[in-house]
């Protein structure tokens, strides 16, 4: 829209110079002067179907443990964690992400417990759909949390290996399917897993489960809190940035997605998300595929000690930054604050 020069209302020598004022067409205040204006003309609106909840399964029996770097966070025993589904559920969001503390006795060098049929993921995948077959339940596809080493691959001479990860995600993909997996979320950023997960589901007749791929995980310093959720903090040796996407790179992005869409991808995940809303913009312009950001640990750790501490305004903060995931493109936003906002929804009507 061309720019309009302001000019001054001609006034008669006898009006008040307080009368004097602009002579302007256009005026954008006009649209913001009231509530229900605001509203009437608003681009981008947060609903409750936006909304994905991850949490946090662990070992035990009706227990609920704090994580000391995501206040308000907790880990869920198998049960708790089906109360958490219910609770969900009715408060009309649509899915859950699952992520497990695995007991440290579990975890070795090649992540085996990752392909046992009954391990903490696939127990609460068959306990949720159990009793709330209505929810959608998305887990992720990585080693990490099954590692001694804390990678999401295979570690061999301080390397990860690609293509022989692959093979063994594509197992553990398998498995959770098997579960009762609705959405399999591969994280590792391991080459050709989204085509051969893809291919593997479709083999064993899963061909309904579809692929939420996390194209841009960057490698980021706001997964610090996450690894403390899952218990990879104080193991892991060395760090990701030899598959985890280099923060300074934006159409390696774009490369990296188009890939997975070629590779049989439903879905496009960006990670972190408020730090890369331009990925999460870029990749919604380039694919129009259903694109998703993840509001990771660290981002939800800052938020909300600043709202404890008093700094900022907890209702009116973390609306305006999931808001600002809808604006960017996102379909819907992975957020820790899911439960808390759907209740504010659900009172709001």
């Known amino acids: 829209m061309p720019a309009t020069t302001p000019r001054i209302r001609p006034v008669s020598d006898s009006e008040p110079a307080h009368a004097r004022g602009l002579d302007l067409v256009h005026r954008p205040r006009r649209n913001r ?42 880990r869920f025993t198998v049960d708790e964690a089906v109360r958490a589904a219910e609770m969900a559920a009715k408060l009309k969001i649509p899915a859950l992400a699952i992520f497990p503390y695995v007991d440290p006795a579990r975890r070795d060098p090649t992540g085996s417990e990752a392909l046992n049929d009954n391990n903490l993921v696939c127990q609460t ?40 990860t692959v093979d063994i995600l594509v197992r553990q993909a398998l498995v959770q399917a098997e579960a009762g997996a609705d959405v399999i979320a591969p994280s590792d950023m391991m080459d050709g897993r989204v085509g051969a997960i893809r291919a593997g589901l479709d083999a064993a007749g899963f061909t309904d489960v579809q692929i939420m791929s996390y194209a841009a995980k960057y490698a980021s310093a706001f997964y610090g809190p996450f690894r403390d959720a899952i218990g990879t903090a104080k193991t892991l ?71 404890r501490n008093g700094w900022v305004d907890g209702d009116r903060i973390v609306p305006e930054s999931l808001l600002a995931f809808k604006r960017a493109g996102a379909d819907g936003i992975l957020t820790y604050f899911a439960p808390r906002i759907a209740q504010r929804l659900a009172e709001q009507g």
């Open 125 to 164: 995948l068959r306990a949720i759909k159990a009793e709330i077959p209505g929810i959608g339940l998305i887990t992720d596809v990585a080693l990490d949390p099954f590692t001694s080493h804390g990678h999401d691959g295979l570690l061999q001479d301080g390397r990860i290996l690609n293509d022989e």
């Open 237 to 307: 040796s060395g760090d990701k940035r030899t598959y985890q996407m280099d923060p300074g790179n934006g159409l390696e992005a774009i490369r990296e997605a188009a890939l997975d869409v070629e590779e049989g991808a439903d879905m496009l995940m960006v990670k972190p998300g408020l730090p890369y809303l331009d990925i999460v913009y870029r990749l919604k312009e380039a694919f129009g595929l259903p694109t998703f950001a993840y509001q990771v640990s660290g981002e939800y750790a800052m938020i909300e000690g600043a709202i």
């Open 33 to 74: 002067k009231t509530d229900w204006a605001r509203r009437l003309v608003r681009e981008a609106t947060l609903t409750v179907d936006d909304l994905i909840w991850p949490i946090f399964v662990m070992n035990g029996q009706a227990t609920r443990s704090p994580i000391p770097s995501m206040p308000g966070v907790e």
